[in-house]
């Protein structure tokens, strides 16, 4: 065990816990997903389409493969960014739960 204020201590050593990002970036995450989403779309129906014209001729699979390969990633991406948006509530809801504790004052011995 370690003298680093910023390592957990007891049986959560283990795990890493990553840095405290600030709340508007969270907001940069999101908004980046709707780019990813088109990006992710349009490229495999564009990759799906070069390889109809010019390698496959089996109009129009080929294409609509690309399509639905483009569907998966952006789908992924959605999951993706849910996950970790969700692992951010959750963590800042254990640290709420934590400051609460840490100031609550304690019950009067009798």
Known sequence: MTD???EP???QSSERVP???AKWFLYT???S???EIAVAITAGALGG???ERYLTHWSPWTMLLGFGFGIVVAVRAVLRTARAYQA???RDAQ???RAAAEHEPSAPKQ
Request: glycine content about 8%; charged content about 35%.
């Open 33 to 35: 997903l709707g780019i």
């Open 19 to 21: 840095p405290k990002r």
């Open 4 to 6: 680093d204020p910023d």
């Open 9 to 11: 201590s007891g049986s």
């Open 49 to 51: 389409y070069y390889i």
């Open 88 to 90: 951010s509530l959750r």
């Open 95 to 97: 640290e709420a739960r």
């Open 29 to 31: 995450d999101a908004s």
